[in-house]
């Protein structure tokens, strides 16, 4: 199990590997380290997505560690950042928290596009897999087809869904979903929300709306509060990881279309400036490309040798 | 959009400016904040140095250290290198690039397909320049060739019906699909190229003049999806091939984007989610890497929300000195000659009733979402940055307005407050905010009475002095304090009250 998770992964992560840990490998094998060096490994963090801060820091950490005499050729420098981006993920805790007793609530927000749908099909796939009872509910009432496309979703893997009118308001539909979710006896509700952008001050208070609705029709909930990063999105991300935070209550992060990004950069930007815990990355555009983050073996598969 | 950027060269335009000589080591201390800024907004890394690097030079080139005004100096380079990054109006063969547009042919239809990664617009924006054409009296069919997206081919469905009915303009907007031809993911690869064929068979039996082609997103990496795209290019022979680039994208996601180019030639890029608050990396860099000139601009999910792109009013706009052009352009699309002339008239006499006042704002939304239209005027782009436009209040406006009587409409003073209670009753709206329309409607109609016989400058006074009284407040209530007084970031309590529907 766990090794065809990390294969999928490694294949999954076959651009990054590519562009972001092969590049730093043809850069750095064989060299010695020197500040010219030093610079262009700074440059290659920044096409990757590090982002500034991060790139920072860790550059920063390389030429210390350089001038004290610790690091002297371009694999040592492999290994620094190896461990070096491990020690960023401390063991947080990064399981899905399920309610004790009654419907566990997911929500599950982002900006336009990222994939909130697709992932809830893949987390609703994983759950049903495991034996648990799912229902979906459509609070995208705003996009064109966003309810058909989720129910599609539904139809496809066997669970319900409770939808609204198109155009309604989302908290009715997510008051309906909660009602319904109790009265079944289902183990898993997920919400979908409509893409809203971090700077919609309306549309964040209508999700801070639809989060209390849901917290006074089911105890503790939501459980998990979930927001879809795009892997491809730029330093943005970061922004919309802070306003949905404040606005949502976030508890982890969905890092979606990993298998399109060639240098998966922005999850070390990202863990640079919040704390929020990286839950899952997807991989593709089925329910089954999924997979749990595990930084560990995330880093392993960006700097695998090539089989 | 461009806030953050726009601060960082006007912060360091202004050091500039301050220090009584200019030396080269100045200006270079300046570019290396720039650079950061340019860098945190996602541009390409060698888009900026190559960037910092020719600004440097020009201002040495222009000897801007013994120039009087170097801020001024200064500022002029930078625009026209950015203009040169935005789109120097030349394509890759040095051809000068025509203005943005869909050409017209005969015999028709255009033919413009869409390409993209997943979730960039491409359906939406379908929708947009669906619209952008309706408006121009063109009709248009919409076909829906994404077989692969749940319900994609509804999703155009719905839009194009949309852009039928609630778009402005003369002509029609058909929509083409064949939803029975949908399949799970890569197990309908290759069929959108039939579809595109009959539906081009469609297009041309109703005589429609441009078909536009929307696609499944797909990654640049992936081959068969890439050759179903050139399936489609070889069997019809698109006019314009469209690649839609999400704003908010990162580093590599410009890569990607050359990559597409590359393989597809497309002749025009449209950036999407640029109402977002995207730093504009991708808008800055994606012309210099893929060589690809930007057309058109996505500014909200509404069919309306579509812009030309024009290379030197968007370096005017990164710098904060607004876009004039573009707004006198929106509101000339709106609004005729002889219908503003009218209002005039009416206005100088007082005239004005609550029917045109709707009228009027309603003109105005449809030039686009209210900031953006506000940030088009110069020096209020950063002042806007933090401000909160918020539409669901003009909604209201309007909602409140449509539950009045023709006599009300007519003549407001005879709204007391049982028919107060019945207005806010019919519009889901509290009596107090029937009470604030009024009074500010009587504001409004007085200042502009007044001002029909001023010249500009009493003018400028006058709308100082209703900010000053609170009348322009709470016409555009979502911006607080705007203008007139305080910060941009203050609510009035009454912004946070219920409402309807915010969308
Ligand atoms: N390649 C890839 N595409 C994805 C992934 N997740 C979602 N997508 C695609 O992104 C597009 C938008 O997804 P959707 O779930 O509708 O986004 P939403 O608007 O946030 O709900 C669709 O075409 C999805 O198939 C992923 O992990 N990888
Ligand atoms: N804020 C904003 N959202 C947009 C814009 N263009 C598209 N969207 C949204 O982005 C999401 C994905 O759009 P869609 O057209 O389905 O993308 P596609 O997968 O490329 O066809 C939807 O939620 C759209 O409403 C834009 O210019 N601004
Ligand atoms: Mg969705
Ligand atoms: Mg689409």
Known sequence: MIKSVFSKLKKGLGRTRESFVGQLRSLLTGRKLDEALIGELEQRLIESDVGVQATARLIDGVRTDFRAGKLTKGEDVLDYLKRELKSMWPHADRALHLAEQGPTVILVTGVNGVGKTTSIAKLCGAMRDEGKTVMLGACDTFRAGAVRQLEIWAERLGVEVVKGMQGGDPAAVAFDACAAAKARGVDVLILDTAGRLHTQDPLMRQLSKLRSVVAKQIEGAPHEVLLVLDATSGQNALRQAEEFGKSAGVTGIFLSKLDGTAKGGIVIAVRESCDLPVKFVGVGETPADVQPFDPDQFIDAMFAEDE | ?503
């Open chain 2, 1 to 503: 959009m461009f806030d953050r950027l726009s601060e960082g060269f006007n912060s360091a335009i202004r050091k500039l400016s301050g220090q009584g000589t200019i030396t080269e080591a100045n200006v270079r201390e300046a570019m290396a904040e720039v650079r950061t800024a340019l860098l945190e907004a996602d541009v390409n890394l060698k888009v900026v140095d190559q960037f910092c690097e020719q600004v440097i030079a020009d201002a040495a080139g222009a000897e801007v250290t013994k120039s009087l005004k170097p801020g001024q100096e200064m500022i002029g380079i930078v625009h026209r290198r950015l203009v040169d990054l935005l789109g120097d109006g030349r394509t890759e063969d040095g051809q000068p690039t025509p203005p943005p547009g869909i050409m017209k042919v005969s015999p028709g239809p255009t033919i413009i397909m869409m390409s993209g990664l997943q979730g960039s617009g491409k359906t939406t924006t379908c929708g947009k320049l669906a619209a952008y054409l309706k408006k121009r009296g063109r009709s248009v069919m919409l076909a829906a060739a994404d077989l692969q997206r749940p319900a994609a081919v509804e999703q155009l469905n719905i839009i194009a019906d949309q852009a039928n009915t609630d778009m402005p303009g003369g002509a029609q907007v058909h929509f083409y699909g064949e939803p029975e031809k949908c399949a799970e993911y890569g197990k309908a690869v290759g069929v959108a190229v039939a579809v595109c064929q009959s539906a081009l068979k469609e297009a041309r039996r109703l005589g429609v003049d441009v078909l536009i082609l929307d696609t499944a997103g797909r990654l640049h990496v992936n081959d068969e999806l890439m050759g179903e795209l050139h399936g489609v290019r070889r069997a019809l022979n698109p006019h314009h091939i469209f690649l839609v680039v999400d704003a908010m994208t990162g580093q590599d996601a410009v890569n990607s984007a050359k990559i597409f180019h590359e393989k597809l030639e497309v002749d025009g890029i449209i950036l999407t989610k640029f109402d977002s608050d995207t730093r504009g990396g991708a808008a800055l860099s994606v012309k210099e890497v893929t060589g690809a000139p930007i057309r058109y601009i996505g500014i909200g999910e509404k069919l309306d929300a579509l812009e030309e792109f024009h290379a030197d009013r968007m370096a005017g706009r990164i710098l904060g000195m607004g876009d004039v052009v573009s707004l006198v352009e929106k509101a000339q699309e709106e609004v005729s000659e002889a219908e503003a002339e009218a209002m005039q008239a009416k206005m100088a006499k007082g005239e004005m009733t609550m029917e045109d006042f709707l009228k009027q704002l309603r003109t105005l939304r449809r030039m686009g979402p209210m900031k953006q239209i506000l940030g088009l005027l110069p020096g209020l782009g950063p002042m806007l940055k933090d401000a909160n436009v918020d539409e669901g209040m003009f909604d209201k406006t309007e909602a409140m307005i449509q539950s009045m009587t023709p006599q009300e409409r007519k003549s407001p003073k005879v709204i007391n407050p049982s028919r107060r209670r019945r207005i806010a009753q019919g519009s889901g709206t509290e009596t107090n905010d029937v009470g604030q329309l009024v009074k500010q409607f009587s504001a409004i109609s007085k200042v502009s009475k007044q001002m029909a016989g001023m010249n500009a400058k009493s003018k400028v006074e006058a709308v100082k002095e209703m900010q000053r009284s609170g009348g322009m407040d709470g016409m555009m209530p979502g911006l607080g304090g705007f203008g007139g007084k305080g910060s941009t970031k203050s609510k009035s309590p009454k912004t946070k009250s219920r409402r309807k529907k915010s969308r």
